[in-house]
């Protein structure tokens, strides 16, 4: 009765023209209401005639009335659209949904489900669900979240609802599975299957927890070292402008003075000889005047006079101005000792800027993972790589052979081309490679002999420890002999124990920034666990 009631407001208040509820709505002289738009529209067609009518009653008007919005009738239409859709919404929120779990029991257009039952395997709503609660025959029962899967939970051979969990053959089983073709296998509840499930789940999920706080802390560690690489490279963009701005304002200021020096010079050397180009001119013509004088005496045909005129010119006078033809050596020696200046900067700037270039590489990320490092040789293996020597670096005395890849000390120096790689004093030679992330290699030995790690840019002309592996802080060092191993880094020496053998493998873990394993003796029967002995910084190393 109520909607009943709510459907005849709405007819009260709907518009006869449109028949939807009034918009706008307006009131005619003869009592009709309408919406503003449909009465003036219906008015529209009626212009030609000059008369007007009510859609209902049919009562004329002339001429067209004026009509002004009905303020107390719009204010009654909204509330009983408010009414309508307060009464509306309770019913369309109850009722399920194509996505919703709907109630069994309901018939016609059913609510949706409240809650499920696994003893009836029925799911019903709030409604149908009150037996569940007040009646006693359903205590036992178990009611969860509306589920769709409820028939999932009965079995398909005796249509009995499953249980029972078949240990032996991994599957959810009815009472009567177990005494038939289960019968004799590992069976338990479900519920009891359940507890031992939801513990693995507990150890699987406080695993994944850990891990993800592990990954969170490696993430927040990776944004701190990007931060402090931003840092450290704004810091560098900083001070090396600085710097460059000094070192340009340096050359500005000697080029200036060099300038300035050439330009005193200049004029003081224009000046010597303007002064004695002067002197030389004035010479000239006291010379040209003395010609004009002696050519005059020349030309007199009186002898008597001749010698009168003769004896009364006065001597000629030695020349006092010499022409001093200076070299203009000084400017082309300032301009040889500012080429050799431009030519020192150069080399510094190059060798500088390639020591740059060695020590900055890309960076590699590795996530430590303890697990994930070699505990064998089989391990190790997984990163062996073939090292060829480099013959732009190997010392004059020592011979490369097989395709680069073995070296042997010679008496008589060898035929190599010069090169500013080479190693001019000591017995030693570079590998081509560049070792980055995890590689490994091994060494065969006779007579005495080292192994070593170095970075490309140690010294390579004289006998000084920067040149010498192990001797330094760009090299690491395993000296093999036939009685011990000795390792030198930064000349510091350490024994290392163990037996000797012939054939010497070096595992380099460059990305984790050190060597994780120990250069180790690798005899044919065993190999030998992996333990640290040193660290290095993030530069390439050969």
Avoid at 211 to 225: A, G, P, T, Y
Avoid at 233 to 246: D, H, P, R
Avoid at 364 to 393: F, G, H, M
Wanted: glycine share 4%.
């Amino acid at each position: 009765m109520a909607q009943k009631g709510v459907q005849l407001d709405r007819e009260t208040f709907s518009c006869s023209i449109c028949l939807d509820l009034l918009k706008d709505p307006v009131t005619t002289s003869c009592g009709h209401s309408y919406c503003m738009n449909c009465i003036k529209a219906h008015w529209d067609g009626e212009d030609e005639k000059k008369i007007y009518s009510c859609p209902q009653c049919r009562k004329t008007f002339t001429p067209r009335p004026v009509l002004l919005k009905n303020t107390m009738l719009a204010d009654l239409v909204e509330e009983l659209k408010k009414t309508e859709e307060l009464q509306a919404a309770p019913a369309d929120h109850c009722y399920a949904g194509a996505e919703d779990v709907a109630c069994d029991v309901c018939t016609g257009r059913k609510l949706k489900a409240h809650k499920s039952c696994l003893v009836c395997l029925v799911s019903y709503c709030e409604k149908h669900l009150q037996p569940h609660y007040n009646s006693s025959a359903f205590e036992k029962h178990k009611l969860v979240e509306p589920s769709k899967k409820l028939k999932e939970n009965i079995c398909s051979c005796h249509d009995e609802v499953m249980k029972m969990f078949c240990r032996t053959d991994q599957q959810l089983i009815c009472y009567l599975c177990s005494v038939d073709e289960h019968k004799g296998h590992n069976t338990v509840s479900a519920a009891a299957e359940r507890t031992e499930r939801q513990k693995e789940l507990e150890g699987s999920q406080q695993n994944i927890q850990q891990r993800i706080q592990d990954r969170e802390k490696d993430v927040k560690l990776l944004q701190q070292e990007v931060e402090a690489i931003n840092r450290s490279a704004n810091k560098a963009v900083k001070e090396s402008k600085k710097i460059f701005t000094e070192l340009i304002r340096l050359m500005e200021k000697r080029r200036f003075d060099v300038e300035q020096q050439v330009r005193s010079q200049q004029k003081t050397e224009v000046s010597r000889v303007k002064e004695l180009q002067e002197k030389l001119e004035q010479e000239i013509t006291e010379l040209k005047r003395k010609d004009a004088e002696m050519k005059k005496i020349s030309d007199t045909e009186d002898h008597i006079q001749f010698l009168h005129n003769y004896s009364s010119l006065s001597p000629l006078s030695e020349s006092t101005s010499s022409i001093d033809i200076r070299p203009l050596r000084y400017i082309e020696d300032v301009t040889a000792a500012v080429s050799e200046v431009r030519d020192k900067l150069q080399d510094v700037l190059r060798d500088t800027w390639t020591n740059i270039s060695l020590t900055g590489t890309e960076v590699d990320v590795l996530l430590s993972n303890p697990q994930s490092d070699p505990k064998t040789r089989a391990d190790i293996l997984k990163y062996s790589l073939e090292i060829t020597l480099d013959p732009n670096t190997v010392h004059p005395e020592l011979l490369l052979s097989e395709g680069n890849r073995k070296v042997t000390v010679m008496e008589e120096q060898q035929s190599y081309s010069h090169h500013p790689d080479r190693f001019t004093d000591y017995w030693q030679v570079l590998s081509k490679e560049s070792l980055t992330g995890r590689c490994y290699w091994e060494v065969e030995w006779r007579g005495r002999g080292e192994v070593a790690v170095a970075y490309k840019n140690i010294s390579r002309a004289g006998w000084s420890d920067k040149c010498e592996f192990g001797l330094n802080d760009k090299s690491w060092a395993l000296g093999c002999n036939k009685n011990s191993y000795t390792f030198w880094y930064n000349n510091v020496q350490t024994l290392v124990p163990g037996p000797v053998s012939s054939r010497v493998g070096v595992y380099l873990d460059h990305s984790a920034g050190g060597l994780p394993g120990k250069l180790m003796e690798l005899m044919a029967k065993h190999g030998f666990p992996l333990s640290p002995v040193l660290e290095l910084d993030q530069k390439r190393c050969q």
